[in-house]
């Protein structure tokens, strides 16, 4: 039964992590301007999160969004403030004539190439979703064979879910090192910059809009 569960889940949840998304518009954004560990902190960060999902839902935590109007709507509405602000700050970088990506921060290169800053953008990006949290308070109970102890596999469950988003991560980062030749230029740098900026800000006002 456990077995069976884990294989029909993780045909669920792989061909959602293959539907391009913001977490792929971000990773490929990091790794493609040269920040592999920044890369890397990223994806580490959205598969962390996707594990806290997994572990509230099976404690019934994530139930109140479901149940609660105001839970759902003041998370919601904090993550669209989230997505637009980051958004708007890589767009409104490029316009200003900053260096691509810095939106016209102070630390060095080393520092803006940090898996910790990376880790806490994709986790922040992932937790500020409740759409994410919605998916698995509607899907994780399905998956979860009568007898099992709910905890221990929600948590093995969203492990399937986390692993295939490393694997597919993988093929992203390593695609985006060939896109990371092209952008050699300051002006392919910040049309990246613009492009993913205008992506996060969309979904930021798409998350408010309710859609």
């Known amino acids: 039964m456990i077995g069976s569960s884990l294989w029909s889940f993780a045909l669920v949840v792989g061909l959602l992590t293959l539907t391009p998304g913001l977490d792929t518009a971000l990773i490929l954004r990091t790794a493609a301007l040269g920040r592999r ?4 902190g990223v994806v580490l ?7 806290v999902w997994g572990a509230l839902t099976s404690l019934g935590v994530t139930a109140v ?5 105001l839970a759902y709507e003041a998370l919601r509405w904090a993550g669209a403030a989230y997505l637009v602000w980051m958004g708007a700050r890589m767009l409104i970088g490029t316009f200003r004539g900053e260096a691509p990506g810095d939106q016209g921060e102070p630390e060095a290169t080393a520092v803006l190439d940090s898996m910790k800053r990376g880790f806490r953008q994709g986790l922040t990006t992932n937790l500020l979703n409740p759409k994410v949290g919605a998916f698995y308070v509607a899907v994780l109970p399905q998956f979860i064979p009568a007898g099992a102890a709910p905890l221990a596999m929600g948590v ?37 910059d613009r492009i993913t900026g205008t992506v996060i800000a969309a979904f930021g006002v798409r998350l408010a809009l309710g859609d």
């Open 37 to 40: 560990r920044g890369a890397w």
């Open 45 to 51: 960060g959205v598969q962390a999160g996707t594990l």
């Open 65 to 69: 969004l479901t149940a609660s109007h």
């Open 156 to 192: 093995l469950l969203a492990s399937v879910h986390a692993a295939l988003g490393l694997i597919w991560s993988t093929v992203l980062v390593a695609f985006a090192r060939v896109l990371r030749e092209r952008l050699r230029t300051t002006r392919a740098r910040r049309l990246l």
